[in-house]
């Protein structure tokens, strides 16, 4: 059975910093992309960042140039460094990834359980 498993979030003031991690557990054969989304309460859920098997990555409006994605694919990981935050960022984030999980199949979209983020102002 795969899971996302993340960690990271917590309570933060205006202008500091938090990094979110998202480990894939289970038997997989291989993830392509990886990425982060968040969802405030009354918002649809939208992306933050995303990044692919080769490295390339793509960022929503309002992370670009103070969140970071990266991954480590020996450990099946993704991580999200949070800089600079803000009250708006504020929502619960959550982890995606497309995984294949045997020759037969194609990739499928999981995603974890969400990770709550608090800034204060």
């Known amino acids: 059975q795969v899971q996302l498993v993340e960690s990271g979030g917590g309570l933060v003031q205006a202008g500091g910093s938090l990094r979110l991690s998202c480990a894939v557990s289970?038997?997989?054969?291989?993830?392509?992309?990886m990425g982060w989304y968040c969802q405030a309460p009354g918002k649809q859920r939208e992306l933050v960042a995303a990044?692919?098997?080769?490295?390339?990555?793509n960022y929503g409006e309002s992370a670009k140039g103070r969140f970071t994605i990266s991954r480590d694919n020996a450990k099946k990981t993704v991580y999200l460094q949070m800089n600079s935050l803000k009250p708006e960022d504020t929502a619960v984030y959550y982890c995606?990834?497309?995984?294949?999980?045997?020759?037969?199949?194609?990739?499928?979209?999981?995603w974890g359980q969400g990770t709550q983020v608090t800034i204060s102002s």
């Open positions: 995606n990834a497309e995984i294949k999980r045997s020759w037969s199949n194609g990739y499928t979209d999981y």
């Open positions: 289970g038997i997989v054969l291989s993830i392509n992309r």
């Open positions: 990044i692919h098997i080769d490295g390339t990555s």
